[in-house]
């Protein structure tokens, strides 16, 4: 998959909240690779990766997964797309208390219409992936800050999205976890060969993407 924005202009709120976060931005993501999102706090980075993940429509601009302008997609269709190509990892894992580290990807599945046999052998084989064989069966409590990012980490790729999203991924981990992250989201991006972009105000995650960009608070 390849994702584009074109002149993507972004205002958010209404009225007296109303903040203009965009305007007229382009930019290109090739798969295979992960683009650091970069910038001060209130520059667009969140913003962005709801509008790459059709969350969010801009005011304007168009937003390309491969060949479709999801700004043009009824909101059925990106409901769909959201659920079967995108992957998304937010900051605190989001992960549901009382599902272990398998039914948390066993009920992403079931959301996206899947939930059989096969899926829970994917969702071990995911999990496997991230480092975490011995962890099927722990819930979120059971499990450290840098295990419960894997988890979610996990949960995202385990439907092998096109593009994965993922919002400050080492803020709440210490440094070995986090630099371990770094690492996997790399990894995992270089073998599913998807797009990633990745908010992030971390150095160490900042140095291991292959690109980054860099931004500024609109005036
Ligand atoms: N629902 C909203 N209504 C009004 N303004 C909003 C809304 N959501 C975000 N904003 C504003 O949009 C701007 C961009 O916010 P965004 O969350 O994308 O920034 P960020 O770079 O991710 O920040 P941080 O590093 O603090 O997470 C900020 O100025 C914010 O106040």
Do not use: W
Not at 32 to 46: D, E, N, Q
Not at 73 to 86: H, P
Not at 93 to 101: D, E, P, R, W
Not at 147 to 164: C, D, K, N, S, T
């Amino acid at each position: 998959m390849t994702l584009s924005l074109s002149d993507v202009t972004v205002t958010r709120g209404h009225g007296r909240t109303r903040t203009p976060v965009f305007h007229e931005f382009t930019a290109r993501f090739e798969p295979g690779r992960v683009t650091a999102l970069v910038g001060p706090s209130g520059s667009g980075k969140s913003t962005l990766l709801a509008v790459a993940g059709a969350l969010l429509l801009p005011d304007s601009g168009a937003v390309v997964l491969d060949d479709t302008d999801i700004t043009g997609l009824r909101e059925a269709e990106r409901t769909r797309l959201r659920r079967e190509r995108i992957g998304y990892m937010f900051q605190s894992g989001n992960l549901l208390g009382a599902l272990t580290a398998t039914e948390q990807l066993l009920a992403a599945s079931y959301v996206a219409g899947g939930g059989t046999r096969r899926h829970r052998a994917r969702a071990v084989a995911a999990l496997e992936e991230v480092g975490l064989a011995d962890r099927l069966k722990h819930r979120p409590d059971q499990l450290s800050g840098g295990e419960r990012q894997r988890v979610a980490l996990a949960r995202a790729l385990f439907l092998g999205p096109g593009l994965l999203l993922v919002d400050e991924p080492t803020a709440a981990v210490d440094r070995t976890q986090a630099d371990a992250i770094a690492k996997l989201i790399i990894d995992r991006t270089r073998a599913h060969d998807c797009v990633t972009l990745v908010a992030t105000h971390d150095p160490a995650v900042i140095a291991t993407a292959d690109t980054r960009i860099d931004l500024n608070p609109e005036p």
